[in-house]
């Protein structure tokens, strides 16, 4: 499933994926395909994007019931 | 200065993908060593200087992997795992010596019927059968049986003692 919460975390700190990749030591692919949902990472990337988007793991990678 | 690796990124994505690729490699490699002890014994029959490169590849190769996976914890761990997931309900150290004792009857059955081929003649292929079938049977599965469930016991125990060394740490 898509991760649009952390797409628009980083649209909000007005970051591409290039420079959220840089800043957490990571390809720009792998920041791309985890926003297409076809990437789990480790609880050690999902910490590492949410201290550099201003956000919880919560506010980020937590999945709605439907 | 050329070959500093301070700087060097590692993606765990990108990690895990070539992980997943050396895995397939070892497994390709294993293969080929296989079908070539294969190929060479149709090609010059079953002459043992021929396939000593391929046969030490094998056994290293495994023994490696025996050996580091004892030494970072994760045989006892794949024990649990494969018991936790087993579609037939036998524990794996069953299935080992099942897979063992199969394994000797096989090379019992090889050599009962190389040797009643190769010098059984005149209506005695069968005597040479039996003969040989019995003998290799008494010795290989045991000895293979054993064997593999000892170093199954002796793995899984030490693996064991690994993973709460590591817990205490």
Redesign the interface.
Known sequence: MKNIKMKMARVEKDLTQEELADRI???R??IS?IEAGK?N??L??CVSICKELGKTLDDLFWEEEK | MFFNKKNE??????ENLYNKIYREVYAVVIILAAVSIIAKYFYYGLNLEHVVFELILLIAVSIYFLVRSVWMGLYSDMVELKDKSRKISLPINVKQIIIALIGGLGISLFFGIRSALIYGGGGNRLNYFLLVFSASFLIYVPFMVLGTFLVHYVSNKKSKEVNEKNIGD
């Open positions: 030591n990571v390809t692919q792998t395909l990437y990472p480790s050690n990337l | 990124i590692k993606d765990e994505r990108v």
